[in-house]
């Protein structure tokens, strides 16, 4: 896989992915959205990967936000195709069967927060703010920001944020819900690898299970939420790993999990 403007490296279970684009804080174009698209694509089907970690190079901003020079030029037909493609990435994040925990090391704005919002897990850098600033530009988020962002803070957070386009310190973050974890720049990274470490030793089928009732079940009534996870419930009981974790627990040892 060459990639210009994205890194993938894996060690110990986590795959870092890292927009690497520094001289423009990491801005999202069209060719870094398909880059980032192709590392999830390669964390799915990487055997050595069970949690991802995505974040920014350089010490200034996870993913300050889209590339202006594009948006300035876009069309209505240009506009909402990418919207489209841009949606289309942050799904199969979303949807990739893995923990994805976003480490916002800098500035996340607009699109740069999107991505983030499209991670199952958020840490946060104490030092730094995050926002939707579009409005300011007379322009609406477009990667799903509108949606996902009043599914985690709620509606009222959700307007405010988006309404006034004012950016929210790390403090405010945590206590919106926004970010699971907020540490000192310098401990961000342990901080991050300390969360995902808390979920690499359980069951991948059952992480990836708990996920999509999770995604799919929120997004319904609770009494269908509840039948999707009766129903993935009875799954994951047809697994040679719920088998190898039962009896690993009652022979109390430690579980050998094979994704089967």
């Known amino acids: 896989m060459d990639l210009q403007f994205v890194t993938y490296e894996v060690a110990n279970g986590i795959a870092t992915i890292t927009v690497n684009r520094p001289d423009k804080l990491n801005a999202l174009n069209d060719a ?43 069309t209505v037909r240009g506009g909402k195709e990418k919207s489209l493609r841009g949606q289309r990435v942050l799904h199969n994040i979303e949807h990739l069967g893995k923990p994805v925990i976003a480490m916002i090391n800098g500035f996340a704005f607009g699109g740069g927060l999107e991505l983030a919002l499209a991670c199952h897990l958020r840490t946060l850098a104490a030092e730094t703010r995050i926002g939707l600033p579009e409005v300011g530009l007379s322009i609406i988020p477009g990667y799903g920001g509108t949606q996902r962002l009043p599914r985690i803070v709620g509606r009222g957070r959700a307007f405010e944020m988006i309404l006034s386009g004012k950016p929210i310190d790390a403090e405010t973050a945590l206590s919106f819900g926004l970010v699971n974890r907020v540490a000192p720049a310098a401990e961000l990274r342990e901080a991050t690898e300390k969360l995902a470490g808390a979920m690499l030793g359980n069951g991948p089928l059952a992480l990836a299970m708990a996920m999509e009732s999770i995604l799919r079940g929120t997004e319904t009534s609770l009494e269908e939420g509840l039948r999707i996870e009766c129903d993935l419930f009875g799954i994951i009981s047809s697994t040679e790993d719920m088998r190898e974790g039962l009896n690993a627990f009652l022979e109390k040892r430690k579980p050998e999990y094979k994704g089967k």
Do not use: N, Y
Not at 37 to 50: I, L, T
Not at 55 to 70: L, N, Y
């Open 32 to 74: 870094v959205m398909a880059e980032i698209d192709a590392a999830f694509r390669r964390a799915k089907s990487d055997a050595d990967c069970g949690v991802v970690i995505l974040t920014g190079a350089g010490e200034k901003a996870f993913v300050a936000g889209a590339d202006i020079g594009e948006l300035a030029e876009q």
